[in-house]
């Protein structure tokens, strides 16, 4: 009997860095089965490296103390977790459907492995539809008075059912520095648009006036600055004069709906490594 783990590895590039893992690896019995990395050079470069492995269980717990040997002698940070434990996700939602419907799909399929936990919404629109998959659905509205108390409501409930991850499924509201900052790296936004190009509301509206050839989509982790987080997946669409606002509407949900769901993919599989504002991402 073995168990799947992942690996994530951050640290200053060096020589030795692989070799000292795998024989750490090895020494634990492991079987290494997806190995990928990422070098910028040893001139005051970052090395990045995410790898699967077969173990018996309770490896974790030698190999923990192995690495943390490593990570003094290389200044690593690193992460392991058991492949076989799918996380459970928050999705917040306002009106619009499309992108939460694509994470019920996949999930359901197992195309995302991961579990919606929960359904939050400050309207209670989407609330059949989750029904329908049986996954519990929280109306808190929000308002500028009571968005404290909406958001420690909020935190309360992701507690209870234990949410790993908080995704953002076109949730029209910004959430305060408290609440972003209990969740580093753990909030994760689809915003309309293909960033740095129409920060804020209406994107599309912003677009159609500039009279863009392309409309995109951008995933990304939520800081406390609007809509500049660590760029996880994006994806564009081409238009032309011919396209309307309620076209670039249309066109832009199908693009939105995909780019959230690959990010939400990449994050619950381990494959995303943040770097200061940027990713090193090692999709499928």
């Not at 200053?12 to 000292?20: E, K, L, Q, V």
Request: glycine share 4%.
């Amino acid at each position: 009997m073995t168990d799947r783990y992942r690996l994530l590895i951050a640290c200053p590039d060096t020589p030795g860095i692989i070799a000292s893992v795998s024989d750490a690896l090895w020494k634990e019995g492991a079987n290494i089965t997806s190995f990928d990395q990422y070098s910028e050079g040893l001139e005051n470069g970052m090395f990045y490296m995410r790898a699967e492995f077969d173990a018996a269980p309770g490896t974790d717990e030698p190999l923990t103390s192995r690495l943390q040997v490593m990570a003094e002698a290389y200044r690593m940070q690193w992460t392991l977790a058991l492949a076989g434990r799918p996380q459970r996700l928050a999705v917040f939602v306002s009106r619009e459907d499309h992108c939460l419907n694509e994470l019920l799909w996949q999930t359901q399929r197992g195309d995302i492995a991961a579990h919606i936990a929960l359904i939050i919404s400050n309207h209670a629109d989407l609330q059949p539809l989750a029904e329908r998959f049986n996954i519990p659905y929280y109306h808190i509205p929000v308002t500028q008075t009571t968005k404290a108390h909406s958001e420690a409501e909020a935190r309360r409930l992701i507690e209870s059912h234990d949410a790993q991850t908080i995704v953002l499924a076109r949730y029209m509201q910004i959430l305060s520095e408290d609440f972003v900052s209990a969740y580093p790296e753990r909030i994760i936004n689809i915003h309309h648009s293909f960033l740095p190009a129409f920060v804020g509301p209406k994107p599309y509206h912003q677009a159609y006036a500039r009279g863009v050839k392309l409309i995109g989509a951008t995933a990304h982790y939520v800081t406390k600055d609007l809509d500049a987080g660590p760029i996880i997946e994006q994806d564009v669409h081409r238009v032309d004069h011919r396209h309307q606002l309620e076209d670039l509407k249309r066109l832009g949900r199908q693009v939105e709906r995909m780019v959230l769901a690959r990010a939400v993919s990449w994050h619950v599989s381990d494959r995303v490594l943040v770097s200061g504002n940027r990713t090193v991402v090692f999709p499928f």
